[in-house]
């Protein structure tokens, strides 16, 4: 079984999903977790989904608010060895739920485009140009909430 759980920024735990987050999205493209980084997400929720018995985490996301309204979705990262078996959908679905809880009615993000699909099946669309960022393409991706 498993959970998603607020993780609090400095923490342990957060600790750990920098380091997941680093292993998934930065590592396979030659890139390093800047000290820096850390300034920036102080404010950013930190979602993790983590295995109910030994607690370890498999999977993560954080979320930012743009403005009254937006808030936007980042970094959604899943353990290789645990991809493919619904902890994305579980990590997307709370990070909605949490959004509209708090007062939030559009959730946007950046997808890369080899992931469209993903975000199309948790009912995101496309919005406006492909773009590039440090040589990846992505397609900003909205969902209404
Ligand atoms: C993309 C990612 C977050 C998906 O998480 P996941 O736990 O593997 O996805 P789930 O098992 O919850 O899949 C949910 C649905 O999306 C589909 N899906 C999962 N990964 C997909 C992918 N890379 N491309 C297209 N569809 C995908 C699944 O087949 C599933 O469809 P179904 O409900 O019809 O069976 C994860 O594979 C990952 O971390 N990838 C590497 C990092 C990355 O690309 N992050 C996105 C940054 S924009």
Do not use: W
């Not at 102080?42 to 309204?69: F, Q, R, W």
């Amino acid at each position: 079984m498993r959970k998603v759980i607020d993780v609090d920024f400095g923490s342990a735990k957060y600790d750990e999903l920098v380091e997941l987050r680093y292993k998934v999205l930065l590592e396979p493209l030659g890139l390093k977790f800047l000290d820096s980084f850390r300034d920036n997400e102080m404010t950013y929720l930190h979602i993790a989904c983590v295995d109910s018995l030994d607690e370890k985490i498999v999977g993560g996301l954080m979320m930012v608010p743009l403005n009254d309204k937006e808030i936007r979705m980042m970094q959604v990262a899943v353990d290789e060895k645990y991809q493919r078996e619904g902890v994305g959908h579980q990590l997307v679905e709370y990070a909605v739920k949490k959004a509209k809880s708090a007062g939030f009615s559009k959730l946007v993000m950046h997808a890369m485009l080899s992931v469209v699909s993903f975000y199309e099946k948790l009912g995101f669309k496309p919005e406006g140009d492909i773009f590039d960022e440090g040589g990846i393409t992505f397609v900003k991706m909205v969902k209404n909430i």
